[in-house]
């Protein structure tokens, strides 16, 4: 039961006196619930409580099936505005070759344009463990490759025998130049189209 859409309304209000707001957001002043009643049934809507822990609790008149009708459309909305970021992997090795590494970081960066984050990750075999600063010059390298499109959200850790690093997409933030640039341009495209 979401108490944002289900509100109070009608008989289900107990308190003996509410304090009435209009359909038009004019408040009517505090009266009998009885009376709020009537004056909701008269005008063919309905009394729901939007402030019940209020005292004298604060009820409006309004139309509740249009309310609940406009409350589920932005909920609908919302949900369709909303994007789920996935982790892609991309999994290197110690002893990867130029060309492996040029594919790896191709895919992390169609990964990152696409607007997902990146987990990038060496598995260290045997005793290539013991040589970890190999490893970890292979991510910094793919970090440097993907920097145009990526800002390394979690820098490259030991996690076992896994080294793993964190990439997430560059935000499309302006510079504070490209913005001032772009205002000037919109101001002196004005005058132009008025004459």
Do not use: W
């Not at 800002?151 to 690093?165: S, T």
């Amino acid at each position: 039961m979401d108490i944002a859409v289900d509100l109070m309304i009608n008989e289900e209000i107990r308190d003996r006196e509410v304090r009435v707001i209009d359909e038009n957001g004019e408040q009517l002043g505090v009266m009998l619930t009885t009376k709020a009643l009537a004056l909701a049934e008269e005008r063919g809507l309905d009394l729901a409580a939007i402030q019940p822990n209020a005292r004298p609790a604060v009820c409006k008149l309004l139309d509740y099936d249009k309310y609940r009708y406009e409350q589920s459309r932005r909920e609908r909305d919302n949900r369709k505005n909303q994007r789920v970021v996935e982790i892609k992997e991309v999994q290197l090795s110690a002893t990867i070759a130029e060309n492996d590494v040029q594919t790896k970081c191709k895919a992390a960066v169609k990964f990152l344009e696409n607007g997902d984050k990146v987990r990038v990750s060496i598995r260290f075999r045997g005793r290539q463990i013991t040589h970890s600063e190999i490893g970890l010059k292979v991510m910094q390298d793919c970090a440097q490759r993907c920097a145009e499109v990526s800002v390394v959200e979690r820098r490259p850790l030991m996690d076992g025998r896994n080294m793993i690093m964190i990439l997430a997409p560059k935000a499309a933030k302006a510079s504070f130049a490209e913005k001032k640039a772009a205002r000037e341009k919109a101001a002196s495209d004005k005058p132009e189209a008025q004459e």
